[in-house]
């Protein structure tokens, strides 16, 4: 792992085909790298001073809008903003989303129908009469939202407490949960790395 002081992040944040995303170009004084990471989503657009501490290097590629691209990329471990300036960035960056970078599980091998063998009918109308018995729960009674935290984190944003998410999960889910959260009124404090409420 590396450490690096004073680097500089230029994250930009990016309305994509899966909901918006960030990427950040990272300056430091050996070279300059594009950082595609999870954690990245959190912030907002601006530059951040910070202090990273990078996992990797590494070339990375990917094919948009009729060109190959090869980058080299860094893999951050972690960041600690010194400074941060939330101004947009200027310059328009044409990026896919790296969601959709992402290797795509492989189809589901479907395997032929078992035939059933002949089989006693009273273990049909008992069976049948069992699952009418039983009370159907709908789908939608139960929010879509809880799925996104757990009870901690939902008590404490029921009572308005800063909330720190986990960013090595999934980048979908990362994405959802900080959209919530900036819907209910949060805001990301990049030099701490929690959610604090805001209003």
Do not use: H
């Not at 860094?74 to 969601?99: G, H, K, N, W, Y």
């Not at 990362?174 to 959260?181: I, K, V």
Request: with cysteine.
């Amino acid at each position: 792992m590396i450490t690096v002081k004073n680097a500089t992040l230029r994250v930009k944040r990016i309305n994509g085909r899966n909901g918006p995303f960030c990427i950040a170009d990272l300056s430091t004084d050996f070279g300059e790298f594009k950082v595609k990471e999870s954690l990245l989503d959190q912030f907002d657009e601006g530059t951040y001073e910070a202090t990273v501490w990078i996992d990797e290097i590494y070339m990375g590629q990917y094919v948009a809008y009729g060109k190959a691209v090869t980058e080299i990329r860094a893999r951050l471990r972690d960041v600690q903003v010194l400074t941060e300036d939330q101004r947009p960035v200027s310059e328009e960056i044409v990026e896919p989303d790296p969601l959709e970078e992402q290797p795509q599980p492989a189809p589901a091998i479907q395997k032929p129908p078992v035939q059933e063998e002949p089989r006693d009918k009273r273990w049909d109308k008992f069976k049948k009469s069992k699952e009418e018995a039983a009370p159907v729960q709908d789908a939608d009674e139960s929010e879509p939202a809880n799925d996104l935290f757990d009870e901690e984190t939902w008590s404490a944003m029921e009572r308005a407490m800063p909330v720190k998410l986990d960013a090595s999960v999934d980048r979908a889910l990362l994405r959802q949960q900080a959209g919530m959260l900036r819907q209910r009124g949060y805001r990301f404090d990049a030099k701490q790395q929690i959610w604090l409420f805001t209003s």
